[in-house]
């Protein structure tokens, strides 16, 4: 399976304000997904980041609020914008590993509190 | 209804007990099936990923789906301490199709 790394591991920001988080992978990966756990609730899925396409994003996120850069196959950025005290949550990066099912591989994730 | 449900626990059992972890879904078109472990602070660790119907082991784990009954299960014999975490069951409906998680049972094993 892939290593992967998040920054920041956790932040705690105030309202109004940006917050870019950072995910890398130790090998080539095609797909990266960026997922939002929210306290006692199940992972849900923000976009997936394909390399040298846009970003797709899931129902009920927008580009705008969410911006995804992929300039690489081992690297991704989340920003989270303009925020609000309802995004405070985890933020994971996730990466297929390349078996034949397509499994798929988490970061260690990033824990956001916004005052 | 949720497509995929869970208890969220939490659930407290004695060291060396057998754990009995399950999920439940609504759609019948589900084919891949996992088991993510979660502990705290940390991002989710693929457990167990099951094809279909059957049960397949992986040394105390065992991990077990019903389509007919729509109903998957994961069962951890010989619990230790360090099994206590957050399992989230996660299902999708082909290899290519996003993941649908569970919202996870939280587990804890008393020493």
């Known amino acids: 399976s892939a290593v992967i790394s998040q920054k920041p591991s956790r932040d705690i920001c105030q309202r109004g304000t940006s917050l870019t988080i950072q995910c890398q992978v130790d090998?080539?990966?095609?797909?990266m997904f960026w997922y939002r756990q929210q306290p006692g609730q199940s992972l849900t899925l923000i976009a997936t980041?394909?390399?040298?396409?846009?970003?797709?994003?899931e129902s009920g996120f927008v580009i705008d609020k969410f911006p995804i850069s992929r300039p690489n196959l081992t690297f991704s950025t989340l920003t989270v914008s303009n925020m609000s005290p309802e995004d405070s949550s985890i933020y994971l990066c996730?990466?297929?590993?390349?078996?034949?099912?397509?499994?798929?591989?988490f970061g260690p994730g990033t824990r956001l509190t916004v005052l | 209804q949720k497509e995929v449900e869970q208890d969220p626990g939490p659930l407290s059992v004695p060291e060396g007990a057998i754990v009995s972890l399950n999920c439940t879904y609504s759609?019948?078109?589900?084919?891949?099936f996992m088991w993510y472990r979660q502990y705290s602070r940390k991002g989710p660790e693929l457990l167990m990923y099951?094809?279909?119907?059957g049960n397949k082991e992986d040394g105390r784990f065992t991990a077990q789906v019903d389509k007919s009954s729509k109903y998957i299960s994961l069962f951890i014999r010989d619990s230790q301490p360090s099994d206590s975490a957050t399992y989230l069951c996660?299902?999708?409906?082909?290899?290519?199709?996003?993941?649908?998680f569970g919202s996870g049972t939280r587990l804890s094993i008393r020493p």
């Open positions: 996730s990466v297929e590993g390349g078996g034949i099912h397509n499994e798929q591989f």
């Open positions: 090998s080539q990966v095609t797909m």
């Open positions: 980041a394909n390399q040298g396409s846009e970003a797709t994003y």
């Open positions: 759609n019948s078109a589900f084919q891949y």
């Open positions: 099951t094809y279909s119907s």
């Open positions: 996660a299902m999708k409906y082909s290899s290519a199709s996003k993941i649908i």
